[in-house]
């Protein structure tokens, strides 16, 4: 069973959940999409749709999964024990809901039935650890757009005295892959992710004003463009030569040591090539930055990116029929941290504080609780005065 975890959201109102001990405080609840689930229902209480793993407790004090409950088996209940009414698996895919810490005890009661913790079970060899993945806390939009190939979200609005980076990744816009736009706030540590755009049916043409507008939207902020294939081309060299967007960072290749650097002079180009080296560099600083919580992902769809950036050979890369558009955003942001012109824009040196929050870091463990089934939905609004994403 593929199983994504989508973000974290801890109990800030201090809500309860009921268990054998009573009503009792629970951590909050992860969000989670499974590729198939179970609607299961015992003697007299109400159906209840969760993972086909998910732990309910037996008559003996031992967990027993979902899928392996049949009529003879005696469940733990509200009210002393009951048995299996119907199970019945249903392949489609769902988001389902899991409690993190739910008591003392790490169990409670759903629809009367006592239920135990799951664990996360996300892919293996991810860049971020699974530890930290499973306590990414994904945020509510301040206003968002949602179409079958455009998503738009607005997680903060510009602030005048902020400074910020705006990171550009193109596609062809056929389908395939998207183009994507995100906004990172870098006024002080931990960085902040407040926008995020993805869209794969805008041609590169088209998506060169839509960049330069989300950039000066947010304070003219620095922007970084991917250049690697033809419609990365496209989208810098636009931007540069034709809308002449002003902040925009052009690199050169280092005579010494041949490593891509920000530069400015005739022999720089616009926007940034994604090498090897460009690339290990932006993941193994986006590693550190999101695992010392110096880099807050806000975004629902960047965090189920984050869950399938696999190692592919000796790099990271999205899993078969995953898509890594978002993160490698993200990567190229990362990489721009390394470099001595970021410091001079921000005065802050990423990986200086990096380790001194590293070094004051204290380990905790977390358990995780119950899944249970919830939905929710996108309202489609404006995002800007101008109109350009309706």
């Not at 955003?329 to 929050?357: H, K, P, R």
């Amino acid at each position: 069973m593929s199983k994504v975890h989508l973000g974290f959201k801890k109990n800030t109102k201090n809500l309860k959940v009921l268990t054998p001990n009573g009503h009792e405080e629970f951590y909050g609840i992860n969000k989670i999409r499974v590729d198939e689930y179970i609607r299961i229902k015992f003697k007299e209480h109400k159906e209840i749709r969760c993972s086909i793993d998910h732990p309910f407790i037996q008559e003996n004090d031992l967990p027993i999964k979902a899928k392996h409950i049949d009529k003879s088996k005696h469940i733990k209940c509200i009210d002393g024990f009951t048995t299996l009414e119907y199970s019945h698996v249903v392949n489609k895919q769902i988001e389902l809901y899991d409690i993190v810490n739910s008591g003392s005890e790490y169990i409670y009661f759903s629809n009367g039935i006592l239920s135990h913790n799951c664990k996360f079970m996300g892919s293996a060899g991810t860049l971020i650890n699974g530890r930290t993945l499973e306590l990414l806390s994904y945020s509510e939009p301040l206003r968002e757009t949602d179409h079958r190939h455009k998503t738009i979200r607005v997680y903060a609005e510009p602030v005048e005295s902020h400074k910020y980076v705006t990171i550009v990744d193109t596609s062809e816009g056929v389908q395939l892959d998207f183009s994507v736009i995100t906004v990172i706030d870098v006024s002080k540590m931990p960085y902040k992710q407040v926008f995020m755009y993805k869209d794969n049916t805008t041609p590169p043409i088209t998506f060169t004003s839509i960049g330069a507008e989300v950039a000066e939207r947010y304070n003219s902020s620095v922007m970084l463009v991917e250049n690697n294939n033809s419609s990365g081309g496209i989208v810098a060299n636009g931007l540069w030569y034709d809308i002449e967007y002003e902040n925009m960072l052009t690199t050169k290749v280092a005579v010494n040591t041949r490593d891509t650097e920000i530069g400015f002079d005739n022999k720089s180009i616009p926007g940034v090539r994604t090498t090897k080296k460009t690339k290990a560099v932006g993941c193994t600083y986006l590693k550190n930055l999101i695992e010392s919580n110096q880099l807050e992902i806000v975004d629902y769809d960047t965090v189920a990116e984050l869950t399938t950036f696999v190692r592919v050979g000796k790099s990271y890369e999205a899993e078969k029929n995953k898509h890594d558009d978002i993160v490698m955003t993200l990567v190229m942001f990362a990489w721009f941290t390394s470099q001595d012109y970021f410091e001079d824009e921000t005065g802050i040196s990423s990986l200086s504080d990096m380790n001194d929050t590293l070094m004051e870091d204290n380990d905790m463990d977390f358990v995780l609780g119950f899944i249970s089934n919830g939905t929710e939905k996108n309202e489609e609004v404006d995002l800007f005065d101008k109109g350009l994403f309706n």
